[in-house]
């Protein structure tokens, strides 16, 4: 699963420290999101989606290997 998040952070001019307290995450896992080595849970994609304001389908999308 691929996923827009540091474009979205970079668009906001956020830290990566800055979205993981506003989702409740670590800035680990957001580093882990960003970097493909963790897929969310629905609730954590939908916090996200909901912070950036945009739908969950704007932001993660599916691969084909998916």
Do not use: H
Not at 9 to 18: E, G, H, P, S, Y
Not at 32 to 57: C, G, H, Q
């Amino acid at each position: 699963m691929k996923n827009s998040i540091r474009v979205e952070r970079a668009v906001k001019n956020i830290t990566q420290q800055d979205l993981a307290v506003a989702v409740g995450v670590s800035r680990q896992t957001i580093n882990s999101l960003e970097t493909n080595r963790y897929i969310p849970s629905t609730i954590l994609a939908l916090k996200i989606a909901r912070y950036f304001e945009k739908r969950v389908e704007d932001i993660f999308t599916l691969e084909d290997e998916d």
